[in-house]
T-cell receptor, first 110, second 112 residues
Framework: DGGITQSPKYLFRKEGQNVTLSCEQNLNHDAMYWYRQDPGQGLRLIYYSQIVNDFQKGDIAEGYSVSREKKESFPLTVTSAQKNPTAFYLC?????????FGPGTRLTVT | AQSVTQPDIHITVSEGASLELRCNYS??????LFWYVQSPGQGLQLLLKYFSGDTLVQGIKGFEAEFKRSQSSFNLRKPSVHWSDAAEYFCAVGDDDYKLSFGAGTTVTVRA
């Protein structure tokens, strides 16, 4: 079955800790994206990668970091510098102009 | 930079009635336009897309959307809603680099 997996579905962390969210795809897509979703705000782009070993900042990259060492994997680290990390995080991959989304990870930081 | 406005935060519709969700976009060139649907706690599913050509596009689950360049709109419609259509709907515009900008979403409630 081809698709995008994100793990875990729910993640809880204490303030001041870094946390890494996993995103894996077996669709053979070159481009991958991370979005943050907050109630009433739609999705906002954090980082994206058009190809392995390359990535660019999106609109709200501060406090986040990514890597793209493998085509199928695009992990997102939420650092302690992110002021409001509690949110729903969505990963996507792209073929042509169409993006396909994973099921999301809900991160709660207390 | 592109942007998307979905004027309706919440719409309630009776089962079997028609549904129209509004979307207005701002983009300098010919846009890529999308509608996505999201069930609570889930990812987004692509309903339909417009790239070029016929301005009335058909999607999955009986949805359609019409691109109107003169009004910078891409409204989503369904002739007869089912209880399973209750969800949040997002309109998005893509730029030449294929980055998407999303509207804030419209929540649809279906009453029996």
């Amino acid at each position: 079955d081809g698709g995008i997996t994100q793990s875990p579905k729910y993640l809880f962390r204490k303030e001041g800790q870094n946390v890494t969210l996993s995103c894996e795809q077996n669709l053979n897509h070159d481009a991958m994206y991370w979005y943050r979703q907050d109630p009433g705000q739609g999705l906002r782009l954090i980082y994206y990668s058009q190809i392995v070993n390359d990535f660019q900042k999106g609109d709200i990259a501060e406090g986040y970091s990514v890597s793209r060492e493998k085509k199928e994997s695009f992990p997102l680290t939420v650092t302690s510098a992110q002021k409001n990390p509690t949110a729903f995080y969505l990963c996507a991959s792209r073929t042509g102009a169409e993006q396909y989304f994973g099921p999301g990870t809900r991160l709660t930081v207390t | 930079a592109q942007s998307v406005t979905q004027p309706d935060i919440h719409i309630t519709v009776s089962e079997g009635a028609s549904l129209e969700l509004r979307c207005n976009y701002s983009y300098g060139a010919t846009p890529y336009l999308f509608w996505y649907v999201q069930s609570p706690g889930q990812g987004l599913q692509l309903l339909l897309k417009y790239f070029s050509g016929d301005t009335l596009v058909q999607g999955i689950k009986g949805f359609e959307a019409e691109f109107k360049r003169s009004q910078s709109s891409f409204n989503l419609r369904k002739p007869s809603v089912h209880w399973s259509d209750a969800a949040e709907y997002f309109c998005a515009v893509g730029d030449d680099d294929y980055k998407l900008s999303f509207g804030a979403g419209t929540t649809v409630t279906v009453r029996a």
